[in-house]
Every structure is written in C-alpha cells, then in structure tokens.
C-alpha cells in the first residue's frame, strides 16, 4: 500500500493537488519569495514560500497519508540543492503556534534531518504600539546550498528589519 495520496500537478495555478480519503481536496505551491531580495537589496534567487491550502471547508480526522503527500512534494523541490524554503504561519486566527508545531512536528519525524536544516523563528512585527502580529517561521535549506551563510543571515535578521521602518 502506497504510503502518500498521487498527487497532480496543475500547470495553470502552479499547485500540486491531492484529494484524501474523506475527499478532501489539498493545493500545495511553491511560491516565490521576494522578502530575501528586498531587505538585502541584492539579488536572492530560489527563495519559495510553501503554501499549504486545504481547500474543503470540513474538519478532517487525522490522516498520516496526509503529511507523507507533502514530504514527498517538498523533497521533489528539494532535489534542486539550491532552492529553499520558508513556511510562515499567522497568528491572526491564533491557531499560528499550532500549524508551527505540526509542521516542526513533522521535520523531526522526516528523513529530512539528513540533508535539509531547518531553522525556526518567531517573528513579532509592531503594528501599533499597542498592537503585535506573531509570525511562527521556519526556514529550510539544503546542507549544500552554496548560499546558506547569506541566506541565514538574512533570515535572522527579518524581525529587526521589519520593525526598524516603525
């Protein structure tokens, strides 16, 4: 027995799709991340943002088949040694430190230990004096990548840059 759902991928909204056993419909995309390139001001290329959409409205039992569908279409991407990986979860509807969990949940779990780091994050950006947005973050690049260095200073200097403008 097949241990992921097949999955396609859809060449008109870039996503790979997967409908699970209860029916539910997932869309998976890699989309390109221009946050690297703007607060370095300098080129950064290979930076995706992973959006992970469950597109059916009902609440789903836990399905192990669920996070092996997306293992297999991250370490798709991951073959490519240079691209890498931010995972951002919102704390708007706070449920942001859970989705967090899970996914760091699933990294320790994974194969990617051996090749991928992954890195964590929680950003809080001021929106008013009175008012903070928590960003639970993660970051995930290849051991090879040629760029790492670059790339994680970047990635642990987001916060201060994003406030510094306030």
Known sequence: MENHYNYVFDHITSTYNFTTKNNILYRIAFVVDERFSELSGEEIPNVFQLVVEKA??????????????????IERFFRKIENSLVYVCSDEDKKGKIRHDIFDRWYKKSEFKESIIKMDNIIK??????????????FMFHKENSSYEQLV??????????????
């Open 125 to 138: 950006i001021n929106i008013s004096k009175l008012e903070t947005l928590r960003l639970y973050t993660s």
């Open 56 to 73: 059916s409205e009902e609440t789903e039992p836990y399905d192990s088949k669920v996070s092996k569908t997306i293992e297999n279409i």
């Open 153 to 166: 200073g970047i990635y642990n200097q987001i916060e201060q840059i994003l406030n510094s403008d306030k």
